[in-house]
């Protein structure tokens, strides 16, 4: 295990858990914020790797409290672990779109860490992470109806989930979009949600310092004008239902499973 350090100030960092296998799985980015004596992780994955990424981020935190379970949303590859996180962190808190809270249990999540797993309302919130606040940002339909993004201005960090992910990326930074784009628009055209979702989130994030964009799978972009390429290339993009009105037909009679 070794760490990847995306911020490094007085008493706040970021880092990545890096060089966990994944098998057969989607590779995921597990981030964690530390503030002070306190700690955030999130997106902290499937039940395969919970002992190792529980395990790492005891030694990233350095002491630290975890605090905070940040979960953007529904998909196994974030929350089908949280039981055993919420049982060996007694003092952590989870959180999910409010959409989802009662889908949690499903994933096998005792009824004794039921009642801390909080609900995160629609319209986003703040959430106070040591001595700073974090900036929890609605993200709806990007890919999941209930989705949500962090930005953290200390660092000036936006994690953005799904959105910005990349397959197939040899490199863990990229400070241009030059041959990254490639690697991003299939996944981006079939999994965003819809043009209107999409072009409402650029309007909103664009509001914000931005140094880095730190997706749940690929590649993290660095730089102000990587960031700001990378809202401009998603504006040019057909996503979703916008894209795939195609696919909206009854299968023709010789399509059949085989």
Not at 68 to 91: C, E, R, Y
Not at 209 to 224: L, R, S, T, W, Y
Not at 245 to 257: F, G, I, T
Request: net charge negative.
């Amino acid at each position: 295990m070794s760490e990847l350090v995306l911020f490094d100030g007085p008493d706040h960092r970021n880092v990545v858990v890096e060089e966990l296998d994944t098998g057969e799985g989607v590779p995921c980015n597990q981030h964690i914020i530390v503030d002070g004596k306190e700690a955030m992780i999130l997106d902290p994955g499937g039940s395969k790797l919970f002992t190792r990424v529980f395990a790492a981020t005891s030694k990233l935190t350095k002491g630290a409290m975890l605090k905070h379970i940040f979960l953007s949303h529904q998909d196994p590859d974030i929350v089908a672990a949280v039981n055993g996180w919420l049982m060996t962190a007694p003092k952590a808190t989870g959180w999910v779109s409010e959409l989802w809270r009662r889908f949690v249990p499903h994933f096998g999540s005792d009824r004794l860490v039921y009642e801390r797993i909080n609900g995160i309302p629609d319209a986003g919130m703040r959430m106070t992470l040591g001595q700073r606040d974090l900036v929890i940002l609605p993200a709806h339909f990007l890919h999941s109806c209930g989705n949500f993004h962090v930005y953290d201005p200390t660092s000036k960090i936006l994690y953005t989930g799904d959105l910005g992910a990349s397959l197939g990326a040899p490199e863990r930074v990229v400070h241009s979009l030059d041959g990254h784009t490639e690697r991003m628009e299939g996944f981006h055209v079939r999994y965003m949600g819809s043009n209107r979702a999409l072009r409402l989130w650029i309007e909103m994030v664009r509001q914000l310092d931005i140094e880095i964009i730190a997706p749940q799978h690929g590649a993290f972009m660095v730089g102000k004008e990587v960031c700001s390429d990378f809202l401009d290339w998603l504006g040019t993009l057909d996503v979703g239902v916008d894209a795939l009105e195609h696919l909206y037909a009854v299968p023709a009679e010789d399509v059949a499973a085989k």
